[in-house]
């Protein structure tokens, strides 16, 4: 492995290939041997021990025309050195291994059941390609999946979109789902085949932080009425059971919350819910980029979007 870094040595920068040459003669207290190891000329390695002796101020081999020999600031300066280089190596080597390697462990979260089962079957794929990388999937609430993908926390994360933060990129669009509004049973609105989006501004409006499920509003449309605020899903959906309001949804959480104290409508103008895979635009590294791509194939390899269980 070839570590394109310099040290620093007094007043002057000691060079990858001289701590190479340096060490290697120190090792192999042969020229001839020593630049068949470098694949360089015998002129070349005694030129940089030269260069470096002269940096040093003192000698650091004994020379003769049978012999090489440390001297003793040789000795120290090997002594030294090779615990540090070989340091330096293997961290530029992990390094390297987490950027470009499929080993290793990847974390990634989900918000929903639907999301927890579509990972799974990523994870299946993604082992096709990278059978030593462990992936831990965490579940993770709304408003917590983003800051943990920040934190480093967790590699990356199935959400919906759209993003609003620039240090944030997201894979293509796995899932798009038809939005849904979360009534009582009892309301009149359990009674329609579906809402509108201005309906929503005739009930409250159960807030969860960081639930991005409320479509656009309208253009002059007057805010929506907010009613308590909830701390999960679930907690947000016993709000709506006991009519303290109406909850927005993706349709996957008509087969998934299933609940006799709740009706589920489709608000029929809205746009389509988008779900996708999130990580830092900083850490694209090999394992995400392999987990991506198991993602794409899983669900667009006929050509077509997956649409979830409804």
């Not at 049973?185 to 359990?190: E, N, S, W």
């Not at 791509?293 to 669900?299: F, H, Q, R, V, Y």
């Amino acid at each position: 492995m070839i570590v394109n870094s310099d040290l620093t040595m007094g007043e002057g920068v000691i060079e990858r290939h001289e701590v190479e040459t340096f060490l290697t003669l120190a090792e192999e207290l042969h020229f001839g041997r020593t630049a068949a190891t470098l694949h360089v000329s015998t002129a070349r390695v005694s030129q940089t021990i030269r260069k470096l002796e002269r940096r040093v101020g003192v000698p650091l081999f004994n020379r003769t025309s049978r012999h090489v020999s440390l001297t003793t600031v040789g000795r120290q300066l090997h002594h030294e050195l090779r615990p540090a280089w070989d340091d330096l190596r293997a961290a530029v080597q992990r390094a390297i291994e987490t950027g470009r390697g499929l080993s290793g462990a990847l974390h990634v979260a989900f918000v929903s059941p639907a999301a927890a089962q579509l990972l799974a079957g990523v994870t299946q794929v993604f082992h096709e390609h990278a059978p030593d990388c462990e992936v831990r999937i965490r579940e993770a609430q709304a408003d917590q999946i983003l800051p943990r993908i920040r934190s480093g926390e967790i590699d990356l994360g199935l959400t919906t979109l759209p993003l609003d933060d620039p240090d944030l990129t997201h894979g293509p669009v796995l899932v798009r789902e038809a939005r849904m509004l979360a009534v009582p049973a009892g309301h009149p609105f359990a009674r329609r085949a579906s809402v509108l989006t201005a309906d929503l501004t005739r009930v409250p409006l159960v807030r969860l932080p960081g639930h991005t499920d409320i479509p656009p509003r309208q253009a002059g449309a007057p805010p929506a009425t907010t009613a308590p605020t909830a701390g999960t899903f679930q907690e947000a959906l016993t709000l709506v059971g006991t009519g303290q309001g109406a909850l927005p949804a993706g349709a996957h959480a008509r087969r998934y919350y299933a609940r006799p104290d709740i009706a589920y409508l489709p608000i029929s103008d809205a746009p389509a819910l988008e779900w996708a895979l999130v990580w830092p635009a900083d850490r694209h590294t090999a394992r995400v980029r392999a987990f991506v791509e198991a993602a794409d194939t899983l669900i667009h390899g006929h050509g077509t979007t997956r649409q979830p269980p409804q």
